[in-house]
């Protein structure tokens, strides 16, 4: 079953993604910041106004600073050739000689004042709408994830696609101050540029070949660093992994029992030392390369600030001059170096931004047709698997082929067979994860996809022999299985006495409300068995037309298990119900039993129609018995 996704797709059967690795790739990437500033003004238009509008005040403050500072200077210079200051200071401000020097320090100091305050004032509105655009994205993220098909979270490469979106939303928040940073400064160096072009032309020209390099060599690096990050991820996955099995309560055990922890430590190092020596290899040519273009800009600088010095001399600007130009002339240097550079990383930016952007274009296969049959409020003839084939993508060998059975309604059906039979398999192409390569699945004589997926699901209560251990409270670990009734206690207390969870719970010192798992405080963990019971009731919560339990009581003991299964067949009554196990015990209890080998049905009966024919079935039920005799 192959996959199309929308965008550039770096997936099994898919083309691979390309790094971009060409100037003009680097800077077709820039197109991911038009969807990011809409994004950023969606999050919050009042916050994203005042961000501008503070940003653009702040923007010519520089210019008319450098510019009231000429003026003070030239008055200073004025006040020196009238004789200077003798008489004292008192005297001066009677006849009004010093009025007009006060004016322009108080001028002074208020632009600076304000400079401050603006700036304060722009970074707390950029603090707060980067922290809400980081919120409302990683909940769109997840939103989309919720979305996708459970073959994007089975597909290792879209794994690592979902890894860097997932870092790109905290990575990349910042890029809102950087974006609204080049703007300002953009403001500033057209303010700064029109006072040199009045005065001196031709230092915009030297200004910008002297920059020309440094921006060029900050392009190929920050293009250099995207590439080594983007081919380390699924080894930056593996550290990520490596840090949780090597740290984690549910590993140490394990860990401590075999002796991994160096083993894990020295994995770890082994690959954290690859990446950095990638990472170094960049930022050495990025430092070398970095010193010689930084040093072209200095003598392009001093080169212009002596001729303006020699044009002082010679009587072409005044002191004041001199000052505002060499002034201006730096500021612009390191404006311009700025901005160039900020271009560059904004570049650089919006390739991070791709694999993020990139994430949301893929789109599900498995969805709700755009007129959905109703659910039908009670199951007629039952669930009929006609001559259904499966293969995992990639795959060359079929999971399960030629399955053609019915469930019939109100009928408990057993499933059995070795490990990797397409038990498991089945189950998820009934609750519709996956959709069959061939054949097709009938409910009540229509094929599932004509039902609305969420309808479906919420009338199928599935327990997976990898359930989750949810570390929430225990009532919310049931309640799970029916989120949208979270508060109804009386259904949740229900649910764990069917599942004999009660008694469980019973026992925990704050009850229902007691934290689970040893992950946060306060919390406590349970056994094996114990997490299985909280697992079981979470199909009760469902309180589905369908029951799946897909090897539900591995970790209960023996009197544990004969208990909820004797309760299961008692509350299943009327209802539908698919059970896997390797316990024939527990599925001699059932209707039928459906016997699978090498992905496909090689017996269909009751326990007792199938130990008479002597097959399969029969062989695996002795290998059992005889390890009780």
């Not at 408990?412 to 990797?420: D, F, I, P, R």
Request: charged content about 20%; glycine content about 8%.
């Amino acid at each position: 079953m192959s996959r199309h996704y929308a965008g550039r797709v770096r997936s099994g059967r898919n083309e691979p993604l390309p790094e971009p690795s060409t100037l003009r790739e680097r800077l077709t990437a820039l197109r991911n910041v038009p969807p990011f500033l809409l994004s950023i003004w969606r999050t919050s238009r009042w916050l994203a106004i005042a961000s501008v509008v503070l940003r653009l005040l702040r923007a010519v403050l520089p210019v008319a600073t450098l510019y009231v500072g000429k003026l003070i200077i030239d008055e200073v210079t004025h006040l020196l050739r009238a004789g200077g200051v003798h008489e004292g200071v008192a005297a001066w401000f009677g006849n009004g000689m010093l009025h007009h020097l006060w004016m322009l320090l108080a001028l002074e100091f208020t632009l600076a004042v304000s400079a401050d305050l603006l700036g304060r004032v722009a970074a707390m509105c950029d603090a707060l709408l980067t922290e809400l655009y980081s919120n409302s994205t990683s909940v769109r993220l997840m939103e989309h994830a919720a979305s996708l098909d459970l073959e994007d979270f089975e597909d290792a490469d879209l794994q690592d696609r979902l890894d860097r979106a997932r870092r790109q939303v905290a990575g990349r928040s910042m890029l809102l101050s950087q974006l609204l940073g080049q703007m300002q400064d953009s403001i500033t160096i057209v303010s700064f540029a029109v006072g040199l072009l009045v005065y001196a032309p031709w230092l915009i020209v030297l200004l910008l070949v002297a920059l020309v390099p440094s921006f060029a060599g900050e392009m190929h690096f920050n293009a250099q660093s995207y590439a080594v990050n983007f081919q380390w991820t699924p080894e930056r996955r593996e550290l990520d992994y490596l840090r949780m099995v090597g740290a984690s309560a549910q590993t140490a055990k394990e860990v401590k029992s075999f002796g991994l922890n160096r083993f894990l430590i020295d994995r770890y190092a082994e690959l954290s030392q690859s990446i950095y020596r990638a990472n170094r290899r960049v930022a050495f040519r990025r430092a070398g390369w970095g010193g010689v273009f930084t040093t072209i800009g200095t003598i392009g600088y001093y080169a212009a600030y002596a001729m303006v010095a020699f044009r002082t001399v010679r009587g072409d600007f005044s002191i004041g001059d001199l000052t505002f130009l060499a002034a201006s002339f730096r500021r612009l240097r390191n404006l311009l170096e700025s901005l160039l550079t900020g271009f560059s990383q904004v570049a650089g930016q919006a390739m991070y931004l791709d694999d993020l952007f990139s994430f949301f274009r893929i789109q599900p296969e498995i969805l709700s047709p755009a007129n959905p049959r109703p659910f039908p409020a009670s199951l007629r003839e039952g669930i009929a698997f006609e001559d259904v084939g499966f293969r995992y993508p990639g795959a060359e060998r079929w999971a399960v082929r030629h399955l053609t059975f019915t469930l019939r309604a109100g009928e408990v059906l057993a499933l059995v067979g070795e490990n990797g039979a397409g038990k498991t398999t089945l189950v998820k192409l009934l609750s519709r994860l996956y959709d069959p390569d061939e054949g097709r699945i009938l409910l009540d004589g229509h094929p599932l996809a004509e039902y609305d997926l969420a309808q479906l699901r919420a009338h199928i209560g599935v327990i997976f022999q990898d359930y989750v251990r949810y570390y929430f409270t225990a009532s919310d670990n049931i309640a799970v299985g029916r989120i949208e009734a979270r508060d109804d206690d009386a259904r949740i207390a229900d649910a764990a006495r069917r599942s004999i969870a009660d008694a469980v719970i019973a026992r925990l010192p704050k009850g229902y409300a007691q934290m689970l798992g040893k992950f946060f405080k306060e919390g406590i963990d349970l056994s094996g068995g114990e997490w299985q019971k909280i697992a079981i009731a979470r199909a009760y919560m469902r309180d589905a037309q369908l029951l799946v339990l897909d090897e539900p009581t591995s970790a209960l003991d023996a009197r544990s298990e004969f208990e909820v299964f004797q309760r299961f067949k008692e509350l299943s009554s009327g209802r539908s119900a698919v059970i896997i196990s390797h316990r024939f015990s527990t599925v001699r209890m059932a209707d039928r039993i459906i016997v699978m080998r090498h992905g496909q049905i090689s017996e269909i009966g009751s326990h007792e129609q199938l130990l008479a024919a002597d097959g399969h079935y029969a062989e695996l039920f002795e290998l059992q018995a005889a390890g009780y005799r």
